[in-house]
């Protein structure tokens, strides 16, 4: 047998099946793509904002001011209260809550306050009290704690900053 003869025979596979190859494979990619781009929905993001936070017992208030980002709307945000522990937390009533200076905004410059009332526990310590209507949180003089905006519309977190109860 020949070697020169077997290898000598040139036959391969026309260009034009070739391409034709190709076009078919790029259009069962670009299917599967486009099937999976649809099918994925497209997350809504937050609001984001820097706020700095500080809450004193003496004036029985709660500040929050707004450094820098985006522009929230009252009533399109909720504030959440938590102990320092984590262990109780919720929202703070919003009708409770002043936007300074429009009320309706809390943008950059602006400042929002919640009043609470301080009241004196039994054994002479004063502590902070605020409530809605899902909790009541009892934050005494010196207590660490976190103050969390969350938007509504997403149920994601716009800031968060914990804090200490000033006297």
């Known amino acids: 047998m020949k070697f020169t003869k077997l290898f000598s025979e040139e036959k391969a596979v026309s260009p ?18 486009s099937s999976y781009s649809t099918s994925v ?4 993001i937050a609001p984001q904002a820097v706020i ?7 004036d029985g208030r709660l500040i929050l001011e707004h450094l820098s ?16 522990d984590g262990a109780i937390s919720g929202y703070v009533n919003m009708d409770n809550v002043t936007l300074s200076p429009d009320g309706i905004h809390l943008g950059p410059g602006d400042i929002a306050i ?6 004196t526990f039994f054994n002479g310590d ?10 009541t949180l009892m934050i ?11 938007d509504k519309n997403t149920g994601q977190t ?6 200490i109860m000033s006297p």
Do not use: H
């Not at 700095?52 to 003496?58: D, E, K, V, Y």
């Not at 005494?140 to 969350?150: H, K, N, W, Y």
């Open 16 to 33: 034009v099946i070739g391409v034709m190859l190709m076009i078919v494979v790029t259009v069962i990619l670009a299917a599967a793509v």
């Open 114 to 119: 919640l009043d609470f009332p301080v009241e």
């Open 158 to 163: 716009v800031c968060k900053t914990d804090l």
């Open 126 to 135: 004063n502590y902070g009290l605020v409530e809605s209507d899902e909790f």
């Open 140 to 150: 005494f003089e010196g207590d660490p704690f976190a103050v969390t905006l969350i």
């Open 41 to 44: 929905e497209s997350q809504e």
């Open 52 to 58: 700095t936070a500080s809450a004193s017992m003496s």
């Open 69 to 84: 980002g985006d522009t929230l709307t009252k009533g399109r945000f909720n504030i959440e209260i938590a102990s320092g």
